[in-house]
């Protein structure tokens, strides 16, 4: 392997080493699971809960019926969703469990009086303790809108359970209510009044029971989930970040992604030595690292060792989004894990660069056309801007984004002009016009990174709506052009995934699994800009440099792809704030120059 990389112990002891997932956890969790859907029936249908002694017990004074379908419903809504917490090794869901299990076990016997289903419920807590030491999981990082997320997920799970609970009774219902009166009975029950459906007996007390049951379920847990104490999320500190910068600017010439692991909605584990770092986010219980890990390539394999003993710690899955070749190698070798490529990254070298020859003909007459339409380019670095333009900047790429959430995790650094990345490159376009817009004659942005002394990496591209297309070309171009008068010799463009793929799929002489495949990539493009990026980037007839996904094993790449997808902000799940408030918030994340100034005081 190139670059001095030591050598580690053999391939079986670090797939020890790594979270590979237990088996006795999976099969527990799948237990709990049947054991949550048998309860929920028990509390749920009438026919279910039959038996000789429920017969008997229904006439009795005084009957436990009504209150234990409603423990036994909610000891098994709740044992569902542990599932998934025990099958990822999680601590408190151990605990949770071995608390409900035997609640479960004494409403089986109390309303169903079944000792096969009391039985059940108590066996499994044998494997549960037995295997104590395997559920050992820390909990995960988590913020506030989970609150917000279970309210609206058990809400609507409440609503559909709560109307299989109301008709579930049909021979005991007085009249015939319509599916109106019933969803209004489930409604009132959840808050625990009665609604307008009756019913013979003692199955009101049932019903009233069992949903005033789902109704305390819904406000505990989101009343739990609000006020607990808040597990940080992913975030640098001043300190991390300090170190991370000092790491790169000696090693940061390695790879072109190295200085977005600065993000700081990520959190970080060092090498033992200090000299070498991996970034990541938890995201979904997915623990995704980005890029190669930064600083001395001889410290990597502390740093990775790091970062596979916080995954195991939380049972995580680990991932790593767009490493490079080399990282890939280092990845697999010190970890037992696979790697796949994803795609291609596009690096132009400056010397070669020109839009002379017919391959650039595309580029140089929209280049031309543009420029004689009154457009203007200006390159310069952040730190060259004034207060009031830099604020221009940021609020008109805040504007022109074309979606509500910023979009970007491996390849993005998520703001523009902080006092402390003022080494990066901005280049913008301006068209001077009688009825100046919002933002003056600025009309295009394009933000460039470091890579390391001698490159930059494309952040993010912004444009007016209103502006002539080809503007990204214009640019691009022109941070090309005036590179060398900053000392930038390579620059890297966008990711393309799955570049090779589309092509080889559109040559002569494909065959039909990648032609179908190409044609797969061609559709899934309408969504995720997969052929159009290739297409971009070709333009500028870069270099290619393969990326790869490295992971575990190949069951987990949906959840790993979905994750990253996440991450990148091409799936959201928590509802987004309103512009002005993003606004507010991002102003509040940004340090002044006076505290970048102190920090970097103490820093020195």
Known sequence: MSGGVPSRSSRARRILRGPRPEAAPALVARACALVGVVDIAAGVFPRFRHSRMHAMAEVLPGSFGPFAAALSLSAGVLLLLLAHGLKRRKRRAWRAAVALLPAGAVAQFVYRHSLIGMLVSAALLVPLLRHRDEFAALPDPRSRWRALANFVLMSAGSLALGL??????????????????????????????????D????????????????????????IYLAFRPEHPAARLTEEDEAKLRTLLEKHGRRDSLGHFALRRDKAVVFSPSGKAAVTYRVVSGVMLASGD????????????????????????????????ETGGE??????????????????????????AGRAMRNVRQMVKRIERAGYETRVRRIRDLGDAELERIRRAAEDWRGTDTERGFSMALGRIG???????????????????GEYGDLKAILHFVPWGEDGASLDLMRRDRSADPGMNELLIVAAL?????????????????????????????????????????????RWFQIESLYKFNAKFQ??????????????DLPRIGFAAMQAEGFVTLALPLPRFLRRRW??????????VAERDVRAA
Not at 293 to 318: C, L, N, Q, Y
Not at 331 to 336: A, D, I, N, S, Y
Not at 542 to 555: K, L, Q, S
Request: proline share 7%; hydrophobic share 45%.
């Open 164 to 197: 299989v609970i109301v008709s579930v009774h049909p021979h005991r219902m007085v009249g015939d209510p319509s599916l109106a009166d019933r969803l209004t009975h489930v409604v009132y029950g959840l808050f625990g009044f009665e609604g307008p459906v």
């Open 199 to 222: 019913y013979a007996g003692n199955t009101s007390w049932t019903v009233a029971f069992s949903l005033g049951a789902l109704g305390w379920l819904t406000a505990a847990t989101t």
């Open 293 to 324: 890990p930064i600083g001395d390539v001889e410290a990597w394999p502390g740093a990775i060792e790091r970062f596979m003993d916080e995954a195991k710690a939380h049972s995580w899955t680990p991932a790593v989004m767009g490493c490079s």
């Open 330 to 355: 280092v990845w697999t070798r010190e970890t037992g894990l696979d790697a796949l490529e994803l795609g291609d990254e596009a690096v132009v070298d400056v010397a070669d660069f020109s839009l």
């Open 418 to 436: 902080d006092p402390a990345d003022g080494d990066c490159l901005i280049a913008t376009a301006h068209k001077a016009e009688d009825q100046p």
């Open 481 to 525: 052009q005036a590179a060398p008068k900053f000392g930038i010799t390579r620059v890297s463009l966008n990711f393309a995934m799955f570049r090779s793929a589309l092509a080889r799929g559109e040559k002569i002489g494909a065959g039909p699994v990648l032609r179908a495949w190409r044609g797969l990539l061609v559709f899934l493009s």
């Open 542 to 555: 870069p270099r290619w440099e393969p990326r790869f996904v490295v992971y575990r094993a190949p069951a």
């Open 586 to 595: 991002a102003a509040a994340q940004r340090p002044c120059a006076h505290a």
